[in-house]
């Protein structure tokens, strides 16, 4: 038995109980925290045009905000060992809340960077470990139901935002539809007062070892084994006890750089399959993510959609999205479809509803029936990318995992997606920058292809061995 069949055994999942109330309150904090950078481009978009913001521009916008929120993650792993779920949770809740209520008095390109991408990205970095953690901790047969329930939050609230939006930016303006998106976002700290870990079971060992002394002690009653020799047993038991309690194990001194590689459990950079897991998460997800952010302006540029038209867009792609993280899921979940094979089966749907879009930009009817695959390939993937991990790597590696992975994809959204914006400004249209979308997804689908051949065959031949 390896040490992750071991750790699993020993490790308790409750799978259901309060861990169907940490689901409702990681979906409150969803729903309340992620409603400003959904609406971004309908609630900024006429002014962008105002300041003369570029596409590179407000791609970096987004893709800062992204990868400060991805990248944290990397550094979250130590504080929610150190000091939980809870309080890190309402500490990212906190600086999220002051970033919305900042982005309403915002004048200017610059001031949205510290406001939306820097705070709220910072924010967001902070609170999403947490409560990624609350689900890990608290399911692991339910894993993909539980996680499909908390993501389908975030999508929940798109469905009627971008309309009210609509009308309150005509009604009463661009700062006061912000201010109530901030006073929403107060309801966050109900979710994070909510979360708490699971209290490990220990009363087996306990039981064990009560058990154990029942018999011994009922041997010598009945004459079956000699009391000095069970007195023996139990003096060298309690011996052996005192010894390992009280003797501290000597140590080998250690360099920074050692102590830094433990505390972040960098070892797991050792596995091959992982590394390659990572870095087709992370290119993918910043690839799709550029034109899940950049849709709302390019449905202006490349299909020539009034404000009202975007909303209705919006609306549509939520609704799908809704069914992506729900209905796909749960299918996946009865036909023990593996989390890795749907992910990449999202990839090329959304690469092919990219290529229709662009051949055909102008059809309202088409469009919109890309607008619901994209869609419903966003819900699939925010699913299965939170799945992918804790399906290879043990409960106790998950946070360093999930933050080498979200460090990574910080790291290489902030890249590619001011990349993708330049090649729109330079080629002065949006097409080519849904073809660069596409064939950075089909590059990490092709990787992970390759990579389970050449390691299943690897497998294959050990087992033969």
């Known amino acids: ?7 699993s055994k020993e490790t308790y999942y409750p799978d259901g109980g309060y861990g169907w109330v940490i689901v409702g ?71 999220m809340c002051l970033g919305i209520l900042l982005s309403s008095f915002a004048t200017s390109y610059i001031y949205l960077i510290f406001s939306t991408s820097i705070l709220i990205g910072l924010g967001q970095g902070i609170v999403m470990p947490a409560t990624y953690l609350g689900t890990y901790m608290y399911f692991k047969k339910r894993l993909t139901i539980a996680v499909s ?11 009627v935002l971008p309309k009210i939006c609509d009308v309150l930016l005509n009604q009463v303006g661009r700062r006061y ?73 000597a140590t080998k001194p250690t360099s920074i750089w050692s ?25 993918s997800f910043a690839a799709e993510l550029n034109i899940i952010l950049m849709m709302q302006f390019m449905l202006k540029d490349l299909s020539l959609f009034s404000r009202s038209d975007v909303a209705t867009a919006i609306l549509i792609q939520s609704v799908a999205d809704i069914a992506g993280r729900l209905l796909i899921p749960i299918g996946a979940h009865y036909c023990k479809v593996p989390a890795k094979n749907m992910y990449v089966g999202a990839l090329v749907v959304a690469t092919f509803a990219r290529t229709v879009l662009s051949i055909w930009p102008t059809e309202k009817q088409v469009v919109f029936a890309v607008i619901t695959l994209i869609g419903l390939t966003k819900g699939t993937r925010a699913v299965f990318q939170s799945v992918v991990l804790p ?9 360093a995992a999930n933050g080498i992975n979200m460090f990574f994809t910080g790291f290489i959204s902030l890249v590619i997606g001011p990349l993708i914006g330049v090649i729109h400004d330079k080629m002065g249209s949006s097409v080519y920058a849904l073809h660069a979308a596409s064939i950075l997804s089909t590059a990490c689908v092709i990787m992970w292809i390759v990579e389970y051949v050449f390691w299943e065959r690897r497998k294959s031949a050990t087992i033969e061995s």
């Open 149 to 159: 329930l908390t993501v389908t939050s975030a999508s929940l609230s798109s469905i």
């Open 391 to 399: 399906q290879y790597v043990h409960l106790d590696k998950i946070a």
């Open 259 to 283: 102590k830094l590689f433990d505390v972040f459990d960098l070892q797991l950079l050792h596995d091959a399959p992982l590394v390659i897991m990572i870095i087709g998460l992370g290119v």
């Open 1 to 7: 038995m390896n040490a992750n069949e071991k750790n």
């Open 25 to 95: 309150a990681i979906i409150l904090i969803n729903l309340s925290l992620l409603t400003l950078v959904p609406c971004f481009g309908l609630i900024f978009g006429d002014e962008f045009e105002a300041w003369r913001v570029t596409s590179a521009q407000t791609s970096f916008l987004l893709h800062l905000h992204s990868s400060l929120y991805c990248s944290l993650g990397f550094f979250t792993s130590p504080f929610l060992k150190l000091y939980g779920m809870r309080p890190v949770a309402f500490f990212g809740a906190g600086m």
């Open 177 to 249: 539809t912000v201010m109530l998106l901030f006073f929403i976002s107060l309801l966050s700290f109900i979710g994070c007062f909510l979360l708490k870990p699971v209290r490990q079971r220990k009363g087996q060992m306990v039981d064990q070892d009560v058990e154990t002394r029942l018999k011994e002690h009922e041997a010598v009653i009945n004459g079956d084994v000699d009391k000095n020799e069970v007195a023996c047993e139990l003096l060298e038991t309690k011996q052996n006890s005192i010894f390992r309690d009280t003797t501290v194990p």
